[in-house]
Each structure stands twice: as structure tokens, then as C-alpha cells.
């Protein structure tokens, strides 16, 4: 899991000089916008039918009070440009006698206890249209609107703007979504929310990140970078005993990948594309297998183009986009044939037999490019679920334990063996042990034919206690290490 594994810096102050600022509530909680500075009064979320668009959209309380301080949203802090806010909005129910939404905007004031200072008068209304008949009907179709923003607000101090929903008679709320500003968002997060200062940041790209905080600070369009599993120097590695249902040779080293994966976001933390390189280790199987790589929780809708996958044997279709077609996640397939990216010296086996010449690897680079929809913070709370395909026998799936197969696997295979306990469980034995391994760092796995459990004696104490017990037991210098069975 990229959750709780990867080291971070995600910073939650957001700005883009690219005079667009959007909100789309994809996030469906509440607390990650208010974490941003945005600001809710009597609106939550919905992500059930009555939604606009995505997964989530906001909704009203019951708009039967003509106060403008009765349902509402206000964004952050925002340096305004010229242009036009639109969003879209609709009824969820039809009775009641007027409905509105009043859009206001909002001044700094540092005098004032809130940093809010006096609001304009209403800049924007959108009278929900009602069919007379024995009593008043509104339309609930989905309403497109927009309006320019003010001239005066165009004054390059920081403004809130403010949508309230109001009215008289009857139960409707409004549903809204996809909000865009032409606007730059200037809020601290790490400064209760006040406005960012306008002076003192130097920021040579123009996105709102001062350039000590940006990690790209001559490309507007990026500002923040993390890795997994550590840093840009450390490559973990996933190592895989192909045998699955079976215990095999159990030896770990039929498959063994080293990987790194980076992650770019913009100033709003939103992930603009990623890149994972993959270098084989070690090949010490008879079969000829491919590798996947799951992302599970992210839709493959959210990327726009894969490249750099070598695939050459027909056992995987695409979608445009470049993921595997037939998901209902984002699935990418760096290889389909483990001979087609790794470079033989001689002998059966690939760097798993003492005394044979080593043998090198292609890198294996994926690009992946996104839509932009996605937030950091819900890609680094999703499973980064590899896999291996054995013997290039597209449903045949082995993944790391309690890691569930894509939509592609052959699900009848689970639960087929006694060492397998199905029911659930994915991928492990009925006491722990996995057939797939995920390191956060270099390992050195065994070599041909020796039993992990005779490589690193802990190794068993470490599985059966669900990582309880013994977790060093791989690393260099641990009591249960026995290096004449290190390749």
C-alpha cells in the first residue's frame, strides 16, 4: 500500500498563476476542503444518485429561508482575474414557491475577528425556474451557469467568493458541482487559512509556490514531487514465488523486480502524471512470465496516456489510454514477456546460480499521464498492487497477500489448493505465509532452489505474526540471516 508506506511531503497550500482554480468535491469528504480553507454552511455531500457528475457532488440544506447566511459555501482566500465563474446546479425536488442561488464576494480585513470584511451586495442570481400549475413546479434538470467576475473584485487582493442557496416553501435542496474560477488560490493552510502575504515570495514560474516549497520552480504546471517506496534513491523490490496455489520450491527469486515510483502533483495537489521504473533482477523460473502493476481505487478514466510498456506477445489488450482494457481499475502491464527486457550471459536460470555470469536488465520506464481530477492525497491512500503473470496465461495472477485480483484473473483458481485457504483470503497460506513479497529497500533474495525459510530463518515468524514479529528479518546484519544461501 502506498498509504502508510511512503515518505511524503505533501504540502496542502495550493496556488496556480494559470488564472484557473477548480472544485469538483471529488474528494467526497468534507474535512480534506476544510483542511484547504474551504468553508460550509449546511452543505454536505452526496455521492449517490442525486450527484451531478463523478463520484460526489455538494448539496444544500432545504432552501425554505431567504437568509443568505442559512446554506452556503465559501472558498478560499483567491487573487481574481478577469473572466468567468461557471458551475453546475440543479432541484432535487420540485415543490416550494421560490429558490435561488445569490453569489456574494467577500474582502480581507485583518481587523476584523474572521479576516472577513463587508460583503458585497449580491453579484450574481439564478432564479430556479417554476411551472405553475395547481401549485408551484421547478424544473430539476442540471442548470449550466456562469457570470464575469466583478471589476472590482480584479484588484489583486484576496476576495472570498460566497454562494448561498435560499428560499421559501417546501423541502428542495440544490445539488452543485464543477466549479472553475479564474482565480489563484491564496490561502495558508499552515496559517489558519489567512491569506498567503503578497510580498516576500520569490515563485519564477508564476503557480503561487514560493520556490523554496517547489520542486519544479520554473514549470507552472508542477510544484510537488514524492516517491515510494522512500526517496529518488531508494528502489524497492518485489519478489515473487511462482508456484501459486502451490509452496513450489518456495524460494522467492522466480521473479524478482526492483521499482520506483514518483508521483507530480501541481499547487493544488493535484496529480498531473507519475513514472515507475522497473529493473529484473533475477529470473530463476522455467515458465515465462509477464508483470502488472494495480492501482487499485483509481479509476483508469483518471489517466489519459501510458507509455513505455513492452509489450510484444498479444496476451494483453489496451484501452486508448494505454491501461488494460476490462478493468474497473487502472491497471498498467510493463511487460508482457520478462525475455523481452532482460539481457542472458548463458545458463537456464537469470542471476539465481553462484558462479554463473550476471546478468543485466533493460529499465523498464512508464509514463503515465492524468487528467488532473485526481488529488495527491487520494493517490497515495489507494493499494499499489503489483503482479505476476505466469507463464504468460493472462488469468493466471499472483499478488502480494491480501491484495484481491484484477477483474482479469481466473477467479476459480482461488481456494483450489489445501495450502490455499481461499475464502477471502488472497493469496497467502492458511498460517500467513505469501507468495509475493513487497521490500521497501534493496534485497537480497535466496538463491536457486533454497527455501526462503533456510535464507532468513525469521522470515517465518515475520509472515505467520502478520508483520509483527521479526520486521528486520531481510535486512543486512539480522540474527537470522544466512548468507551462504544468498544469491
Not at 496559517?191 to 503557480?207: E, K, S, T, W, Y
Not at 491497471?331 to 550476471?358: A, H, L, W
Not at 520506464?365 to 493472462?394: H, Y
Request: proline share 5%; net charge negative; with cysteine.
Amino acid at each position: 500500500m502506498l498509504k502508510g508506506l511512503l515518505v511524503s511531503s505533501i504540502v496542502l497550500l495550493s496556488a496556480s498563476l494559470q488564472a484557473q482554480f477548480s472544485m469538483d468535491f471529488e474528494s467526497g469528504d468534507r474535512g480534506v476542503e476544510q483542511a484547504n480553507c474551504w468553508q460550509f454552511g449546511a452543505v454536505g455531500y452526496v455521492n449517490n444518485s442525486e450527484k451531478i457528475s463523478g463520484t460526489t457532488s455538494a448539496r444544500s440544506n432545504s432552501m425554505s429561508n431567504t437568509s443568505l447566511n442559512s446554506s452556503w459555501i465559501k472558498t478560499p482566500w483567491m487573487i481574481w482575474n478577469a473572466g468567468t465563474v461557471s458551475f453546475d446546479a440543479r432541484l432535487i425536488n420540485t415543490t416550494g414557491d421560490t429558490k435561488f442561488i445569490a453569489v456574494r464576494f467577500i474582502p480581507f480585513d485583518d481587523a476584523d475577528a474572521n479576516d472577513e470584511g463587508v460583503y458585497t451586495d449580491i453579484e450574481y442570481q439564478y432564479d430556479f425556474v417554476a411551472i405553475v400549475t395547481s401549485r408551484p413546479r421547478f424544473f430539476t434538470s442540471i442548470e449550466s451557469l456562469s457570470f464575469p467576475v466583478p471589476a472590482g473584485v480584479q484588484n489583486g487582493q484576496p476576495w472570498k467568493m460566497m454562494v448561498s442557496f435560499a428560499g421559501t416553501g417546501g423541502n428542495n435542496r440544490c445539488v452543485t458541482d464543477n466549479y472553475v474560477f479564474p482565480a489563484t488560490y491564496w490561502a495558508d493552510p499552515s496559517d489558519g487559512c489567512r491569506p498567503i502575504p503578497l510580498v516576500g515570495i520569490a515563485d519564477a514560474d508564476g503557480d503561487g509556490v514560493d520556490d523554496a516549497d517547489d520542486q519544479f520552480p520554473n514549470d507552472p504546471n508542477l510544484a510537488y514531487e514524492t516517491f515510494y517506496p522512500a526517496d529518488k534513491n531508494t528502489f524497492g523490490t518485489l519478489a515473487f514465488e511462482d508456484m501459486w496455489p502451490y509452496m513450489g520450491d518456495y524460494d522467492f527469486n522466480d521473479l524478482v523486480v526492483d521499482y520506483r515510483l514518483a508521483v507530480r502533483a501541481n499547487a493544488q495537489n493535484k496529480v498531473q502524471n507519475a513514472q515507475m521504473k522497473f529493473y529484473v533482477r533475477a529470473v530463476g523460473a522455467e515458465m515465462t512470465h509477464g508483470f502488472g502493476v494495480e492501482f487499485n481505487g483509481i479509476a483508469p478514466n483518471t489517466i489519459t496516456s501510458v507509455t513505455g510498456y513492452v509489450l510484444t506477445d498479444g496476451i494483453v489488450s489496451l484501452s486508448a489510454n494505454g491501461t488494460e482494457s476490462g478493468q474497473s481499475n487502472a491497471v498498467i502491464i510493463p511487460f508482457d514477456n520478462v525475455e523481452n527486457v532482460i539481457n542472458r550471459t548463458g545458463g537456464y536460470f537469470y542471476n539465481t546460480q553462484s558462479g554463473s555470469n550476471p546478468g543485466i536488465s533493460d529499465t523498464v520506464v512508464i509514463d503515465i499521464a492524468f487528467t488532473g481530477s485526481l488529488s495527491t492525497a487520494n493517490f497515495l491512500a489507494m493499494d499499489f498492487n503489483p503482479f505476476l503473470i505466469r507463464n504468460q496465461v493472462r488469468g493466471m495472477e499472483i499478488h502480494l497477500p491480501d491484495l484481491p485480483p484484477t477483474n482479469l484473473a481466473n477467479q476459480s483458481v482461488l481456494g483450489t489448493s489445501s495450502d490455499d485457504s481461499g475464502a477471502g483470503r488472497y493469496y497467502k497460506t492458511s498460517n500467513n505465509l505469501p507468495w509475493a513479497l513487497n521490500i521497501p529497500a534493496h534485497f537480497d533474495y535466496p538463491k536457486e532452489q533454497v527455501d526462503i525459510l533456510d535464507a532468513y530463518e525469521d522470515f517465518a515468524e515475520w509472515a505467520q505474526s502478520a508483520g509483527q514479529l521479526a520486521p528486520d528479518w531481510y535486512l543486512e546484519g539480522s540474527n537470522g540471516r544466512v548468507d551462504v544461501n544468498i544469491y
